[in-house]
C-alpha cells in the first residue's frame, strides 16, 4: 500500500464484543475517512475526521486521530454479525490533492 | 437518496480485448474519481476530473484512458486488455469544497 499499514489484517471476536482497528499513515493529511467494503462490494462511507478534530463518534462506531503519530483508531461498540466486513482507512493529502489513498484494511469477522 | 451508478456491474474480456465502464455521479456532484482494486488489494486511484477537466492522475497504465462529460457522467476506456487489469473498479464522486466521496458499486472485470 503507499499509505501505511492497518493493524491487525484479521481480527474475529465474539458479537456484542467491541472491535479496534488501527491504521498509520505517512503524510501530513487533511482529513481522515474510514470505509466499510462488504466482501467484493462497494466502500460504503462510515465517518470522516478532519485534522484538527482528535475524535468523533456517530452511532456505535468512535473514531480517533493523532497527527503527531500518524494513526487512527476505530472503535465498533457493541459488534453485530452484519459489521463482518473489511474496513480501510484512507487519507487526502494536505492541501490540494483530493484523492485519496488507502490503507491495506483490516477484515473483520463477527462470530454469532 | 440517490449513489452512484455505475455500469456494467459485470465484464468478461478477452486479452487484447477493450473495454468501457461508465459512471454516473450523485446528482449535483462535480468531481468523479476512478480506483482499482485487485483481488486482497486496497482500492488504487486511477484518475480524477472536475468539471469536465482532469484534475489529478494516478497510477493509470497509459491503455487506459477517461473522460467526463457535460452531464458529469464518466467513462474509462481501457485497451489492449491484459489478464492483470482483472480487478474490480470503483467510481466515486463528491461536491467540490467538501471531502466525502461516495462509491459506486464497483464494475467488475475479468480478462481470459
Known amino acids: 500500500s503507499q499509505q501505511g499499514e492497518e493493524d491487525p489484517q484479521a481480527l474475529s471476536i465474539q458479537e456484542g464484543e467491541n472491535a479496534t482497528m488501527n491504521c498509520s499513515y505517512k503524510?501530513?493529511?487533511?482529513?481522515l475517512q474510514w470505509y466499510r467494503q462488504n466482501s467484493g462490494r462497494g466502500l460504503v462511507h462510515l465517518i470522516l475526521i478532519r485534522s484538527n478534530e482528535r475524535e468523533k463518534h456517530s452511532g456505535r462506531l468512535r473514531v480517533t486521530l493523532d497527527t503527531s503519530k500518524k494513526s487512527s483508531s476505530l472503535l465498533i461498540t457493541a459488534s453485530r454479525a452484519a459489521d463482518t466486513a473489511s474496513y480501510f482507512c484512507a487519507t487526502d493529502a494536505f492541501q490540494g490533492a483530493q484523492k485519496l489513498v488507502f490503507g491495506q484494511g483490516t477484515r473483520l469477522t463477527i462470530n454469532p | 437518496a440517490a449513489g452512484v451508478i455505475q455500469s456494467p456491474r459485470h465484464l468478461i474480456k478477452e486479452k487484447r480485448e477493450t473495454a468501457t465502464l461508465k459512471c454516473y455521479p450523485i446528482p449535483r456532484h462535480d468531481t468523479v474519481y476512478w480506483y482499482q482494486q485487485g483481488p486482497g488489494q486496497d482500492p488504487q486511484f486511477l484518475i480524477s476530473?472536475?468539471?469536465?477537466?482532469?484534475?489529478d492522475k494516478g497510477s493509470i497504465p497509459d491503455r487506459f484512458s477517461a473522460q467526463q462529460f457535460s452531464d458529469y457522467h464518466s467513462e474509462l476506456n481501457m485497451s489492449s486488455l491484459e489478464l492483470g487489469d482483472s480487478a474490480l473498479y470503483f467510481c466515486?464522486?463528491?461536491?467540490?469544497?467538501?471531502?466525502?466521496?461516495?462509491f459506486g458499486p464497483g464494475t467488475r472485470l475479468t480478462v481470459l
Open positions: 476530473f472536475y468539471e469536465k477537466m482532469q484534475s
Open positions: 503524510t501530513s493529511i487533511n482529513n
Open positions: 466515486a464522486s463528491s461536491l467540490v469544497g467538501t471531502d466525502t466521496q461516495y
